[in-house]
């Protein structure tokens, strides 16, 4: 028994036929003002104040560790890790600072990519693979969604 199947002019959806739903890139973008700035000069003082306070409780817990093991091999094991965990938090705060001149060398209401996302879309017998599944872009000035877009369609 054959299914009918009929495209509809209008949309170019095929009623009666089967769908799914995959997953596609979606690029975030905003409009930089001075609300994004701050928003993300706070964003960067709060790992920055999360990272030396991790490198303040290491100290701490390295100080203490140390006169527990029992062995100088489990001393030189337990430094290594704790140095090669401070290492990673030194390399992250280096990162913060230049985030942070990054920000500051933004200029106002240029457009900033802000990062991508997964995103989904359903797809139906009869649509066009290549628009359904092309990248999309969001446009975001301080939080409200501006615009909506094919990928490379927002300068």
Known sequence: MAQQVKKTAASGLVSGGRSVTLKRSVTIKVVVTEKFKQYMLFEIAEARKNAEARLVQIDQQLDQIAGLAESESGKQLIA???????????????????????VHALTLDSHFVQGNIDGFVSVAEGDNLYEKLGGMEILAKDGLIQKISPLGAIA
Not at 85 to 98: N, R
């Open 80 to 102: 290594q890790k704790v140095d090669s965990e401070k290492i990673q938090l030194k390399a992250t705060l280096v990162d913060l600072d230049g985030r942070e001149k990054a």
